[in-house]
């Protein structure tokens, strides 16, 4: 014989939160943390024009000095090295 099951009972409501004196200064620290992320990107954003000059000039330095064949010759092994495996 099938038998219904019984429920189980409502769970209480949570009780309504409270505003601790603390919330309000982490909020504003939490803003303050944000306003100076804000303005760190910013300044990263403002040399943005002076890193990629840089960075090309060392991608110049680097072609001009054959880096990457060097690189290359390194991963695949020179023919006759008895490291290359």
Sequence with gaps: MWWPRRRRPAPDPAPEPQITTEEPQRLAAARAARRQAERQLELARARRPEVEQIASSLRRVRERNGFA???????RGTPGDPSAG
Aim: hydrophobic fraction near 70%; proline fraction near 0%.
């Design 69 to 75: 064949e060097i690189f290359a010759n390194a991963l």
